[in-house]
């Protein structure tokens, strides 16, 4: 993805911003970096970032329901995740609807490659790729990421071929704008309407 279509997704990289967490890779060595700002400007013109607002939760956990081959409970016990035995996607029924939302690309990734090849659900790399693809699509609707994102993504780089950095890193990010997508189009929002308003210009 070249940085003119990845510029289509409101994703504008800007030297010294932060706050919005995204994958990053530095010396072919990949970290969660926090480098986007939702107050930062374009010119006199706010970031075009769609927030999902908190009464828009539950649908948005809705949306990408409809992505997921397995199907999502709510539980008090047991796993949380994707759960083999259960063949579902197990929340605990007091988690906050944003850290669901957080999660749930991840869980529907692993959920996924499940499907096609069974046991690949406990695979680090799956699982590291999945927790990436989380993190992406927190950064497109500026979304605090999973608790665990930077501990389940440390060491990624030791599973990817040498060279294959940049090959990788773009195929998250394709999945994760995919997922995003259908988010975004289910909630009917409108780039650059819901990022807070600014005055001034940086």
């Given at each position: 993805?070249?940085?003119?279509?990845?510029?289509?997704?409101?994703?504008?990289?800007?030297?010294?911003?932060?706050?919005?967490?995204?994958?990053?890779?530095?010396?072919?060595?990949?970290?969660?970096?926090s480098i986007f700002d939702v107050s930062?400007?374009?010119?006199?013109?706010?970031?075009?970032?769609?927030?999902?607002?908190?009464?828009?939760?539950?649908?948005?956990?809705?949306?990408?329901?409809?992505?997921?081959?397995?199907?999502?409970?709510?539980?008090?016990?047991?796993?949380?995740?994707?759960?083999?035995?259960?063949?579902?996607?197990?929340?605990?029924?007091?988690?906050?609807?944003?850290?669901?939302?957080?999660?749930?690309?991840?869980?529907?990734?692993?959920?996924?490659?499940?499907?096609?090849?069974?046991?690949?659900?406990?695979?680090?790399?799956?699982?590291?790729?999945?927790?990436?693809?989380?993190?992406?699509?927190?950064?497109?609707?500026?979304?605090?990421?999973?608790?665990?994102?930077?501990?389940?993504?440390?060491?990624?780089?030791?599973?990817?071929?040498?060279?294959?950095?940049?090959?990788?890193?773009?195929?998250?990010?394709?999945l994760s704008v995919t997922i995003g997508?259908?988010?975004?189009?289910?909630?009917?929002?409108?780039?650059?309407?819901?990022?807070?308003?600014?005055?001034?210009?940086?």
């Amino acid at each position: 993805m070249t940085a003119k279509d990845w510029d289509k997704f409101g994703r504008r990289v800007n030297k010294g911003a932060k706050g919005i967490p995204q994958l990053v890779r530095v010396n072919g060595y990949y970290n969660v970096g926090s480098i986007f700002d939702v107050s930062m400007t374009y010119g006199n013109k706010p970031y075009p970032i769609p927030e999902i607002k908190p009464e828009q939760m539950d649908k948005a956990i809705k949306e990408l329901e409809r992505l997921s081959p397995v199907n999502i409970i709510f539980q008090n016990e047991g796993v949380v995740g994707y759960d083999a035995e259960q063949h579902a996607i197990v929340f605990p029924t007091a988690m906050p609807q944003r850290e669901v939302l957080a999660r749930l690309p991840a869980e529907i990734v692993i959920a996924t490659a499940e499907q096609h090849t069974p046991g690949i659900s406990q695979a680090p790399y799956l699982r590291k790729t999945a927790m990436a693809v989380s993190v992406e699509f927190c950064g497109r609707f500026s979304l605090p990421m999973p608790d665990t994102a930077a501990a389940t993504l440390d060491g990624m780089d030791t599973h990817i071929p040498p060279g294959e950095e940049r090959k990788t890193l773009e195929e998250i990010r394709e999945l994760s704008v995919t997922i995003g997508d259908t988010v975004e189009k289910g909630l009917g929002l409108q780039r650059g309407q819901s990022a807070p308003q600014r005055d001034e210009a940086r």
